[in-house]
């Protein structure tokens, strides 16, 4: 950079990326080129740079644009793999070898025609937001969250801003280091104290060091794919507050949840499940799957029966999210334990960890888990993740005594508010029916309750900043879209710096929602989350943020993830969780005419099939008609575009419409049409289950129309029902197993009865 300013007789107060602008137009870019190349090409490495470049790093990020840590460890015989992940080379990371990841390029192998593209100098942004869209920032992410030890050498507010990237994780302060001069400007040295230590030492002395440096093995207690389980350090009996932060955000405490099994004191349900779990796992390794929908209790049943577990003197093993050390870690797991058993949140975002934890692990048992509303879409691969042999567990229904045991916990606590004098019987009719026997619903009851009502109410009131709000509520659609964001997202959503504004996620309002967790924010509670949106944050503004967050994905360019987040949140399924049907009125309507502007929506046949399953869940049959055919027209303009999920509803809308509005005079023929569509897909997705759902229609249509069908008509649907039948016999074991299946089974069964 001093060389540019030398050149141009400019004095030195100028960034990087504009003094190499302003060098481009006054010489010109092939000569600035040029330039790079000539002087950032090593002549001589000293041994120091060899001692610290050769350590065996996990891996080394630059910002250097030269190839100097390359031919430093290649003199020590050291292979390393450079990356350029302004070029998107993600994938050419090789195995055992230390990855040297260049944030801004690497000139070496840069022909001139690329040198805009593939060396970051004069964007004014140079650095940090194309970093962010790259590949590359998720795994730096991932390595400073799993380092037990990070070290920055020589950093420069011209590089990187570290400020805003470390702040995401604060948890790393006690293991970062920063390698400076011995004469640092003391202003410099306070501000690198705030996010870890600095070691003004220099570059020679750190080299020392890591040549004296020794290679130790890892042991159980420096495990990072995975976290090991311990008893609480303590017990006590729990209280009424704890049991009340247990229904209300989620919140577990550990000696509390101990100190039940001694006191009998009760906090959290042992549901008949529980048992049966248990009894399994003690016949030997084994595979079990978990499955509920959000605030059934899944999450509060894997905490129960890890702490039984652990009693039993079982290892249990929580599955982190990374497997940069995966093999490693099982590894020493092998050497030190028997028959494991490992819990992990999601089964399908680690099914690759799954299998091999499986393969290298074979004694090892996994209890894995996932929402029900993912799993009827993915069940079919449950079989290829876990095998065969492994036992399904749907937890979202209540036993009758897992009912009288929550209405004891409710009870001896003063939560059921007005419902208080009413008899247990009652109190246990109200959760079997009133509640459906599920949890999710028991607890929106209890937060309708007025002191509890009250309580969540007066947190929303006290005038929480429309920015912590803000931060709030994104944080909520993330979880509800089901995706685990980390605090720099949020920021990016939400259009808020929260570097500057850090207090906004540490105040008492949002912690009573969120917590943060080495750079990500969670939900304490999903259930509670869905009950502020629905009940308590006033509803268009709640519509304004979802539209705005959708353009934000719009403008994040070809980013995999906002593009994966976009598709979410315009999912109908996603809309109306955010928002309770009774209180939705048209404004799923007005998100939907809203977003239709947009260019990414305009013209997407599965935007246009989302707006169509809107009207079609709304009875608006003549609506729901034309957004499906806009969504075909589109559809046929994209070529090879698989149309098989706007075939599926379509198919639905077919059969509804013609079931519940008797004015439609077409019914036999669009009967015929939608069985075309389904038995095409039972007969290329073999796999898949919701063409039977949708064929489970057959049987409330001909309740609806067959009175009026001739005997040919007749024969015609019975004929139709026997196929879907047969084909419902060839799919595979697992799917045949789904509810939807099966329930489309018996329907047709009931059908063809009736047709004699």
């Known amino acids: 950079m001093r060389l540019l300013h030398e050149r141009l007789k400019m004095p030195l107060k100028y960034e990087l990326d504009t003094i190499s602008r302003e060098y481009i137009h006054q010489i010109g870019e092939l000569d600035l080129f040029e330039l790079l190349k000539e002087k950032l090409t090593p002549d001589e490495i000293p041994p120091y740079i060899e001692d610290i470049t050769g350590f065996a790093w996990k891996r080394i990020y630059t ?119 011995d004469d640092i400007d003391p202003v410099l040295k306070r501000e690198l104290e705030q996010y870890g230590t600095v070691l003004n030492i220099g570059v020679e002395q750190f080299a020392e060091i890591v040549r004296q440096a020794k ?30 932060k247990l229904l209300l955000y989620g919140s577990i405490e550990g000696a509390a949840l101990l100190g039940q099994g001694v006191q009998s004191t009760p906090y959290v349900v042992r549901r008949e499940v529980e048992e049966a779990i248990l009894d399994r796992l003690s016949e030997g390794p084994c595979r079990i799957l978990l499955h509920s929908d959000l605030g059934n209790g899944k999450s509060v049943l894997a905490e129960s029966l890890k702490m039984r577990l652990l009693q039993q003197g079982r290892t249990v093993l929580h599955v982190n999210a990374s497997d940069e050390t995966l093999g490693q870690d099982l590894s020493v797991v092998s050497r030190h334990f028997v028959e494991p058993i490992f819990f992990i949140d999601d089964v399908f975002r680690f099914s690759q960890t799954v299998k091999v934890i499986l393969s290298e692990v074979p004694r090892a048992s996994i209890v894995a888990m996932t929402r029900s509303s993912i799993y009827e879409l993915r069940s079919y691969r449950v079989a290829e993740i876990l095998g065969d042999g492994y036992t399904e567990y749907d937890v979202n229904k209540l036993t009758r005594n897992d009912i009288a045991a929550f209405v004891k916990v409710i009870d001896d606590n003063g939560l059921w508010a007005d419902f208080s004098n009413k008899s247990q019987s009652d109190e246990e009719y109200f959760v079997s029916k009133e509640c459906k026997g599920e949890a999710r619903n028991l607890l929106v009851s209890l937060f309708q309750s007025p002191s509890i009502r009250e309580k969540i ?13 803000r931060i709030v509520c994104i944080t909520l659609f993330l979880d509800i879209a089901g995706f685990n964001p980390d605090i720099m997202l949020v920021g990016q959503l939400s259009d808020i710096d929260v570097f500057t504004k850090r207090e906004l996620i540490n105040n008492q309002f949002s912690m009573e929602l969120i917590e943060r967790r080495h750079g990500t924010i969670r939900l304490k509670s999903s259930i509670f989350g869905e009950y502020v949106l629905q009940h308590v944050v006033d509803v268009d503004y709640v519509v304004d943020l979802i539209v705005n967050v959708v353009k934000k994905c719009e403008n994040a360019g070809r980013n995999r993830l906002f593009f994966e987040l976009q598709k979410e949140l315009i999912r109908f399924s996603f809309i109306d969780r955010i928002f309770a049907r009774r209180k939705m009125g048209d404004k799923y309507k007005v998100i939907y005419d809203r977003l239709k502007e947009l260019p990414s929506m305009a013209r997407n046949p599965l935007f246009w099939l989302q707006f169509a399953i809107s009207r079609l869940e709304d009875g608006n049959y003549p609506a729901c008609e034309i957004h499906f055919r806009t969504a075909y027209s589109h559809a046929s303009r994209k070529g090879n575009f698989d149309t098989f999920q ?83 016999k060839l799919i595979p074991r697992g799917t045949k197993k789904h509810h939807h299946v099966e329930q489309c089974v018996a329907n047709l069964g009931e059908l063809l009865a009736m047709l004699g």
């Open 215 to 244: 290679h130790v093995d890892r042991t159980t207690k420096e495990l990072i794919s995975f976290r090991l389980e311990a008893m609480p350090t303590d017990s006590r009996r729990p209280t009424g507050d704890d049991v009340l």
């Open 457 to 469: 109410i007066k947190a929303f009131n006290e005038n929480p900043s429309s920015e912590s709000l």
């Open 646 to 728: 706007i075939d599926n509803h379509y198919a639905r809308f077919l059969l509804e419409s013609r079931t519940k509005d008797m004015s439609y005079r077409d019914d036999f023929k669009v009967f015929l049409e939608a069985h075309a569509l389904l038995i095409k897909q039972a007969v290329k997705e073999e796999d898949a289950y919701y063409p039977f759902r949708v064929a489970s229609g057959y049987l409330p249509f001909f309740i609806a129309r067959g009175s009026s069908y001739d005997e040919n008509q007749k024969n015609v649907i019975r004929k139709s029902a026997e196929e879907v039948i047969s084909r419902a």
């Open 63 to 181: 910002t250097n644009y030269d190839n100097v840590i390359e031919i430093a460890r290649s003199k020590k015989k050291i292979n390393s793999t450079p990356i350029d992940c302004t070029a998107s080379q993600y994938f050419l990371e090789k195995n055992n070898t230390t990855s040297v990841v260049h944030i801004n390029g690497i000139l070496d192998g840069v022909a001139f025609p690329d040198f805009a593209t593939r060396i970051k100098l004069t964007k004014a942004s140079y650095l940090t937001n194309t970093f962010i869209e790259s590949p590359w920032y998720w795994k730096f992410k991932t390595d400073l969250s799993i380092a037990g030890c990070v070290v920055i050498i020589g950093y420069s507010v011209y590089d990187i801003d570290i400020a805003r990237i470390l702040y995401s994780d604060p948890v790393l302060k006690s293991r970062l280091f920063f390698i400076e001069v």
